[in-house]
Nanobody
Framework: QVQLVESGGGLVQAGDSLTLSCAVS????????MGWFRQAPGKEREFVAS????????NYLDSVNGRFTISKNSAKKTMSLQMNSLKPEDTAVYFC???????????????WGQGTQVTVSS
């Protein structure tokens, strides 16, 4: 069983940076493809970024491409999302997700964290 715990959310101003982390336990970390998703108030949860098992392949939502960077640290068994130039529309609860196999942009991930709130004020 894989357990995911997010951290790093908070309240920031537009233009600021924030780094989210997802700690992974209970499975072979290097066998997991991982992703970040977010859900804004009144909206459906959406894909933000994904990273392959090896960390060599990444994919991003168009609106965050160039501002967000997803990465994996095998030694620490963590996944991170570096978010720069944050905008009010980035406000959401951010979830990390993981599954064995290939990274995808859909929500067909086997394991999910509890979410961390990111609020960007204008």
């Amino acid at each position: 069983q894989v357990q995911l715990v997010e951290s790093g959310g908070g309240l920031v101003q537009a233009g600021d940076s924030l780094t989210l982390s997802c700690a992974v336990s209970g499975h072979f970390f290097n066998s997991l493809a991982m992703g970040w998703f977010r859900q804004a108030p009144g909206k459906e949860r959406e894909f933000v970024a994904s990273i392959s098992r090896t960390g060599s392949g990444t994919n991003y939502l168009d609106s965050v491409n160039g501002r967000f960077t997803i990465s994996k640290n095998s030694a620490k068994k963590t996944m991170s999302l570096q978010m720069n130039s944050l905008k009010p529309e980035d406000t959401a609860v951010y979830f990390c997700a993981a599954k064995p196999g290939l990274a995808t942009t859909d929500q067909k991930y086997d394991y999910w964290g509890q979410g961390t709130q990111v609020t960007v004020s204008s």
